[in-house]
Nanobody, 120 residues
Framework: QLQAYGGGLVQAGGSLKLACEAS????????MGWFRQAPGKERELVAA???????RYYADSVKGRFTISRNSNGMVWLQMNSLKPEDTSVYYC????????????????WGQGTLVTVSS
């Protein structure tokens, strides 16, 4: 089971750090990703990290602003800086056993989302 938390309301230019806890030990050997979905838009993979933490992927829209990290105890974080109103979305963490952690369709385990709202 995956549980994301840490969302909230923040002003544009501010920062927020999301956390995802993987309760099952299996996920600790999986690549992890953070997705987001805004109303009326498709779900988007914004950041991902491989099982060992040495490989990372970022969507162009968040490069230089978001940082994904993980530890060996099943925690994954998404540090979001310089937030923009267009970052407003429900954010989800997800897991994949695939090596193609930068591909959206590779993910098959999902947690509940956490809402991030960025005001202008």
């Amino acid at each position: 089971q995956l549980q994301a938390y840490g969302g909230g309301l923040v002003q544009a230019g501010g920062s927020l750090k999301l956390a995802c806890e993987a309760s099952e030990r299996t996920f600790r050997r999986f690549a992890m990703g953070w997705f987001r979905q805004a109303p009326g838009k498709e779900r988007e993979l914004v950041a991902a990290i491989n099982a060992l933490g040495g490989g990372r992927y970022y969507a162009d829209s968040v490069k230089g602003r978001f940082t994904i990290s993980r530890n060996s105890n099943g925690m994954v974080w998404l540090q979001m800086n310089s937030l923009k109103p267009e970052d407003t979305s429900v954010y989800y963490c997800a897991a994949t056993s695939s090596n193609n952690y930068y591909i959206q369709s590779a993910y098959n385990s999902w947690g509940q989302g956490t809402l991030v709202t960025v005001s202008s």
